[in-house]
């Protein structure tokens, strides 16, 4: 179906490009921050926290802005309807559980990954992760898994729209660069990233598959880098991800 111009909500689609700059790592804002990082002039990213201020999706202390508990209910709704979380959960939990590792489930958005399920053994990042995390596909173990999965094209489009920011002195920030590792990976059938998205953290990821064959997410484990060599990844867990991917592409649609 098209959806004609002269039916969009611009104030709504504007109130909703101020939500998105908020992330874990820049979770207090201020106004210029917010314009800067959305695309908003100013006048309009003002009225757009001041609204959501006024709502009680934010908090405003005269100069910067978060966002409350308030703002989860936009996305709690679409994480209850979704058959992933639920499905991938139980069995997370289990494979955490078995290799006493944190794991996580993240599907691809754009250009970042966005986290729909999470087993938290211990804490790999300097950030809190959790369903509704996000963090970009270039440089973490599951964005490439999914980005693999992309015709190449696709790929090299999503890598070369914005530049890529050097994370840590680790990380791959030619679009060429990684469209070679991305290759490896779609070969290897795994990601490994080593202190790509911050500096001490390694991980493995696979992507999932559905019965049909398409991949519809992917699987990681995160380790510190003081605990495993990345030559050490694959033979301590692709086994146990890999059967994770196996069971759950008989149920997944």
Not at 101 to 121: H, K, P
Request: one cysteine or more; a neutral charge; aromatic letters at 4%.
């Amino acid at each position: 179906m098209t959806i004609l111009e002269r039916d969009i909500m611009g104030g709504m689609a504007k109130g909703l490009a101020a939500i998105e700059t908020f992330t874990a790592e820049r979770p207090r804002q201020s106004i210029s921050q917010v314009s800067a990082a959305s695309g908003l002039d100013r006048a309009t990213a003002r009225r757009c926290l001041l609204t959501l201020a006024h709502l009680g999706y934010a908090d405003y202390d005269g100069k910067f802005f978060t966002l409350t508990p308030r703002v989860l209910r936009l996305g709690t709704a679409c994480l209850a309807t979704m058959p992933l979380p639920q499905l991938v959960q139980p069995l997370l939990d289990a494979l955490s559980e078995k290799i006493g590792e944190s794991s996580s489930v993240s599907i691809l958005d754009g250009d970042d990954i966005v986290y729909v399920a999470r087993a938290a053994q211990k804490k790999v990042m300097s950030i809190a992760l959790m369903p509704g995390s996000r963090l970009p596909a270039y440089c973490t173990s599951m964005g490439r898994a999914l980005l693999a999965a992309l015709p190449e094209d696709d790929a090299r489009a999503i890598l070369v729209a914005a530049p890529l920011a050097a994370r840590t002195p680790h990380t791959l920030t030619d679009p060429d660069a990684i469209l070679a590792e991305l290759s490896r990976v779609k070969n290897q059938g795994y990601a490994l990233i080593d202190q790509e998205v911050e500096l001490g953290l390694r991980s493995i990821a696979v992507p999932l598959f559905s019965a049909r064959g398409t991949v519809v997410a992917a699987v990681n484990v995160g380790v510190p880098a003081t605990q495993v060599a990345v030559e050490g990844l694959v033979p301590l867990y692709l086994q146990a991800l890999r059967g994770l991917q196996s069971e759950l592409r008989t149920v997944l649609r």
